[in-house]
């Protein structure tokens, strides 16, 4: 087992997830099987291939330094749950 | 007690000062109304994509060729996440593993003489949201105008050794990356602010001690008391026999003193990893050449030229191009009036003087090149003295007045009229018969009294060397 419980409760509280006593077993063994089968790569000899972070054949895109966009306020709050002059209004943050 | 060493490392955050934002079409103009500058990419809605800003790459590669570093032409953003309001995806588009600009740095002048500081890196991020506490709900409130403003981050190396070299480096950079048009710089609109990392040694012992990170300092004064108040808290610590703690500590430039922010219960642990959302960037040769082709005259070469080409005292060469508002109100000046000398000396008297009257940074000045021009043309033509030129100009410096329709209308000018200087004259010397036979029996001193007595009957507003002239003409003919 390479993915702990203490691992799952690590990652969970950085991602901001609730993942219950009962189900902590078993995504450590979810968790662990998808690196076993990701780990199947490393059979392959990767010598002299550059890493990759895309997948797509394409690079440099680019868009000029114009502003386009316009005051869209109104339809940018409609959504928050709560909004105070002109603001996003959230629960208070630490200092 | 032991002697101790500071060290100090700075990570240096600019924003860039292109129009738009890094990844959308927003404009990045300072102030606005909360959250009017904001659009779905930026404020981080769902099934968005951020498009890459070429002038953020540009001024990103121009920064680096001006602080000597190596680009990568191969380079691509990463994925900072973490959670906090002012970030609304959630994440912050960075650079971690492929910095556009490595390895550089620039020599600054301490009491010692010169001395580089190394600059580790340069990555290209966005800017987050401000947050504001709302005292009467206790919440806190949220505005996306900043966030997406592009910004380089400027990592140094641990160089400096004490709060004048960390503002000599932060002036220089700052004055270069002026120069660049890369920013504006503007601490007191948080264009440019510092990381301080900071740490104490006994002398002579080569590892590190443990550092400290004070945050988002933007003013050099407070990054100075800043830096004194933790190199004293972490000697007092250490003489006590205790220990620093690596933390993150917030200066409090009222209370002069600084206080650990409330750790997270988590460490950090920003698990980055390759930005799907952008495409790598590939500087080629022919691109990095084109920057390198482009990169402005900075204050070494310019203050060269003002020597050379303008005859301009070395001294005042570095005072004007000390700043880019300076330098730059003095070349176009230059090209209006063509009189460098001139131009020169309003800058370094009458300028420099009103700035530290008014207790203000040559940043903040509002005349403009044609109104400066405009009064040198004034004085250079006869049309007003000196002593009305000081008073107009301070007028031209403090409320932008057009220096021809002020004197006009205040009826500061010299007058040039013949017939009016001439009749003035003629009661000058009708009335002071004594000087006149003085003059007839060779005693020349007594012209010079004449004049004064005709300039006192203009109230100073005659021109000098036409009193003279008719004066002289007068008793001549006599
Ligand atoms: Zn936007």
Sequence with gaps: ?????????????????TVSEEEQQKVAEDL???????????????????????????????????????????????????????????????? | MKAYETVIGLEVHVELATKSKIFCGCTTQFGGDPNTHVCPVCSGMPGTLPVLNKQVVEFAMAAGLALN???TQKCKFDRKNYFYPDLPKAYQISQLYLPICRDGGIEIETEAGKKTVRIHEIHMEEDAGKLVHDPWEDCTLVDYNRCGVPLIEIVSEPDMRSA???????????????????????????SLRADINLSVREVGVPEFGTRTEMKNM?????IGRAIEGERKRQIELLEDGGKVIQETRRWDDNKDTSFAMRSKEDAQDYRYFPEPDLPPIEIS??????????????RDEKMLRYEKEFGIPEYDALIITGSKQLADLFEKTVALCQKPKEVSNWLMVETMRLLKEQEMDPEEITFTPAQLAGLIKLVDGNKINRTVAKEVFE???KENV?????????????????????????QVIENNPQSVRDYMGGKSRAMGFLVGQAMKEMKGKADPGMVNQIVKEMLDAM
């Design chain 2, 69 to 71: 570093c190596s680009i």
């Design chain 2, 402 to 426: 057009d220096p021809e329709a002020y004197v006009e209308k205040h009826g500061l000018g010299l007058v040039s009229d013949d017939g009016v200087l001439r009749s003035a004259i003629r």
């Design chain 2, 285 to 298: 040769d022919e691109w990095l050449q084109a920057v390198r082709a482009h990169q402005p005259e900075l």
């Design chain 1, 32 to 95: 662990d099987r998808i690196l076993d089968y990701i780990e199947t790569m490393n059979g392959l000899d990767t010598d002299g291939v550059e890493p990759m972070s895309h997948v797509l054949p394409m690079k440099n895109v680019f868009r000029e330094d114009i502003v386009t966009n316009r005051d869209e306020r109104e339809q940018l709050l409609r959504n928050a749950p709560k909004q105070k002059d002109g603001s996003f209004a959230v629960p208070k943050t630490v200092e």
């Design chain 2, 218 to 222: 933007n003013s050099f004064k407070a």
């Design chain 1, 1 to 17: 087992m390479k993915i702990t419980e203490d691992t799952v409760k690590y990652v969970a509280a950085l991602a901001k997830l």
């Design chain 2, 395 to 397: 007028k031209v410096f």
């Design chain 2, 164 to 190: 004048e070299e960390v503002i000599a480096y932060l002036e220089k950079l700052r004055l270069i990356l002026q120069y660049l048009g890369v920013s504006d710089c503007k601490m007191q609109e948080g």
